[in-house]
């Protein structure tokens, strides 16, 4: 159901791009953010001659998005969130790209473009998604992305967000045996030998799961059984090696977040009830308690599939109780009141003769 129409003669496509004198040449071969972007620029250098004036005035100058902060702001905020690399090289991405038009700005009408933070806009509309504050008109896309996409398109992030996800990065071991089988698997399943997956906070990827399976296998008997589309165990021992290689890794990432304002989950909601919070900050803790509850989340599933697994892997292949030492304690000093009644009954089956090996056979 449409929640709002626009007529097309009040949307701006990349056929007005196509068509705008100043922009067309520039905007020709590439992006058609990219062509936006460069309209909007153009549109805006024509101030109230611009007949879009009244809606260019509704538009944000900027965004919170994390790709425009200072990069010792984005250290201090980001320290190892998964998004302070992709800021890092989105940013870079654009900015080369605005000095290869840029160049071709300065050696033609350089007036064109004059004024104004261009790399600003230029990163604002390269992320797709506009925003705003309170008092702007707000222009963000929420189209099923995960919040670190969501701030560095839009500079918000949404707290209940059943897109959000972050991604493991596993692969096969080279050395493994079985590496070519298994390369073969893979491919043919549209798998590479590196492969990124996502993990989520309520559920846990079946993908993933199967990924790992196969890479840790070592029974060629049991490739048959993998499976990518049903949540298959293949036996007790695989599964809990991929068990705690998903725990060691949501493990390392949740203690990863140290530092200034980087402890635990329950320490960015105290954060967010500070009063004179910066917007920048606001923003970088809720994007790492989104973070911290999606690693928890998983953390919390995967000690739920093992808690049933009760041993730990032997050289043979099998396994063996853990606490099987203190079982064994227990159950002698439990046996111990029992110990008098054994001796005697057994000196009393000795006198009788029932442990003569022909007690039985005697006439």
């Not at 293949?234 to 890794?249: A, C, K």
């Not at 509850?293 to 599933?301: E, K, M, P, V, Y």
């Given at each position: 159901?449409?929640?709002?129409?626009?007529?097309?003669?009040?949307?701006?496509?990349?056929?007005?791009?196509?068509?705008?004198?100043?922009?067309?040449?520039?905007?020709?071969?590439?992006?058609?953010?990219?062509?936006?972007?460069?309209?909007?620029?153009?549109?805006?250098?024509?101030?109230?001659?611009?007949?879009?004036?009244?809606?260019?005035?509704?538009?944000?100058?900027?965004?919170?998005?994390?790709?425009?902060?200072?990069?010792?702001?984005?250290?201090?905020?980001?320290?190892?969130?998964?998004?302070?690399?992709?800021?890092?090289?989105?940013?870079?991405?654009?900015?080369?790209?605005?000095?290869?038009?840029?160049?071709?700005?300065?050696?033609?009408?350089?007036?064109?473009?004059?004024?104004?933070?261009?790399?600003?806009?230029?990163?604002?509309?390269?992320?797709?998604?506009?925003?705003?504050?309170?008092?702007?008109?707000?222009?963000?896309?929420?189209?099923?992305?995960?919040?670190?996409?969501?701030?560095?398109?839009?500079?918000?992030?949404e707290d209940d967000n059943a897109s959000d996800c972050l991604t493991v990065r596993v692969g096969l071991v080279q050395a493994d045996r079985l590496f070519s089988v298994k390369k073969q698997i893979l491919e043919s399943l549209g798998f590479d030998i590196v492969q990124e997956f996502p993990i989520f906070r309520d559920r846990m990827p079946t993908?993933?799961?199967?990924?790992?399976?196969?890479?840790?296998?070592?029974?060629?008997?049991?490739?048959?059984?993998?499976?990518?589309?049903?949540?298959?165990?293949?036996?007790?021992?695989?599964?809990?090696?991929?068990?705690?290689?998903?725990?060691?890794?949501?493990?390392?990432?949740?203690?990863?977040?140290?530092?200034?304002?980087?402890?635990?989950?329950?320490?960015?909601?105290?954060?967010?009830?500070?009063?004179?919070?910066?917007?920048?900050?606001?923003?970088?803790?809720?994007?790492?308690?989104?973070?911290?509850?999606?690693?928890?989340?998983?953390?919390?599933?995967?000690?739920?599939?093992?808690?049933?697994?009760?041993?730990?892997?032997?050289?043979?292949?099998?396994?063996?109780?853990?606490?099987?030492?203190?079982?064994?304690?227990?159950?002698?000093?439990?046996?111990?009141?029992?110990?008098?009644?054994?001796?005697?009954?057994?000196?009393?089956?000795?006198?009788?003769?029932?442990?003569?090996?022909?007690?039985?056979?005697?006439?």
């Amino acid at each position: 159901q449409a929640l709002v129409e626009l007529p097309g003669n009040l949307s701006v496509t990349a056929v007005d791009v196509a068509a705008h004198e100043e922009v067309a040449g520039l905007a020709e071969g590439r992006g058609e953010l990219t062509g936006l972007a460069l309209w909007l620029m153009a549109e805006r250098q024509k101030g109230e001659e611009s007949r879009w004036a009244p809606f260019l005035e509704c538009l944000p100058e900027a965004t919170l998005s994390p790709v425009l902060w200072p990069e010792e702001v984005q250290d201090e905020l980001l320290k190892n969130s998964p998004t302070l690399k992709e800021c890092r090289a989105r940013r870079a991405a654009l900015q080369q790209e605005w000095d290869v038009i840029a160049q071709r700005i300065a050696t033609g009408d350089a007036r064109r473009f004059s004024g104004g933070d261009e790399l600003k806009l230029w990163i604002t509309l390269g992320s797709p998604g506009w925003g705003g504050t309170s008092d702007k008109l707000l222009m963000a896309i929420y189209d099923g992305r995960p919040n670190g996409e969501l701030a560095m398109a839009t500079g918000r992030v949404e707290d209940d967000n059943a897109s959000d996800c972050l991604t493991v990065r596993v692969g096969l071991v080279q050395a493994d045996r079985l590496f070519s089988v298994k390369k073969q698997i893979l491919e043919s399943l549209g798998f590479d030998i590196v492969q990124e997956f996502p993990i989520f906070r309520d559920r846990m990827p079946t993908q993933l799961l199967a990924y790992l399976r196969l890479a840790r296998l070592t029974d060629p008997a049991l490739l048959a059984k993998v499976s990518f589309e049903e949540d298959i165990i293949l036996n007790p021992v695989n599964e809990y090696e991929v068990l705690q290689l998903l725990l060691g890794e949501c493990r390392d990432r949740l203690t990863s977040y140290a530092g200034m304002h980087m402890g635990s989950a329950e320490e960015d909601v105290k954060l967010l009830q500070r009063p004179g919070l910066t917007a920048q900050e606001r923003l970088a803790a809720r994007l790492r308690k989104a973070e911290k509850a999606i690693l928890q989340g998983t953390l919390d599933a995967v000690r739920r599939r093992l808690a049933p697994i009760r041993g730990i892997p032997t050289k043979g292949g099998g396994l063996t109780d853990p606490n099987a030492d203190l079982r064994e304690v227990f159950d002698t000093i439990e046996s111990l009141p029992s110990l008098p009644g054994k001796l005697v009954g057994g000196l009393m089956s000795w006198a009788r003769g029932e442990q003569d090996p022909d007690w039985k056979k005697r006439p």
